[in-house]
């Protein structure tokens, strides 16, 4: 009897953890805000004002596992809370199932000057591979970004 009830309670236990992980999560929708929320304070606050903020790990535009970046149209990136990351070329590297997530994004930028792209990439809350779709948007020479990790239902 034990052994039903502690087995029950880890099953609800994880299930609640899944939840609470679910709810901590942005959303595709919340990635797309961020990004037209991200290019008001650009157009406002000037290029080096918008880049110094994109770049800081505890900025304005850091929520939970959602976080604005930007790269120039060549793929170098400009703003990023990843120091890191910053003044890298990272056109020609792929996700882990090989695609060029970021010649595409560079693409969309220069043909339609906003959209989705989808890839696959290291959450940084879960450290697992996960579905991950961006929203792009053109301002000038910079393209402005911010993805969401998919929930399973949402990668039918």
């Known amino acids: 009897m034990f052994r039903g009830v502690a087995g029950t309670l880890l099953v609800i236990l994880f299930a609640m953890m899944g939840l609470a992980y679910a709810a901590e999560r942005g959303t595709p929708e919340e990635a797309k805000m ?19 903020e994109f770049n800081k790990p505890d900025g304005l535009f850091v929520k939970g596992d959602l976080y604005v970046f930007a790269y120039n149209m060549d793929g170098v990136m400009v703003g990023h809370p990843n120091p890191k990351l910053i003044g890298v070329n990272l056109l020609d590297k792929t996700d882990s199932k090989g695609k060029l997530f970021r010649k595409e994004i560079n693409e969309l930028a220069k043909t339609k000057g906003s959209g989705w792209v989808d890839y696959t990439y290291l959450n940084p809350v879960s450290k697992q591979e996960e579905p991950k779709t961006t929203y792009i948007q053109r301002v000038d020479d910079l393209i402005i970004c911010c993805g969401a990790y998919k929930l399973p239902a949402q990668n039918q």
């Open 34 to 52: 961020m990004v037209e929320k991200a290019v008001v304070y650009l157009n406002e606050q000037g290029k080096d004002q918008a880049l110094a």
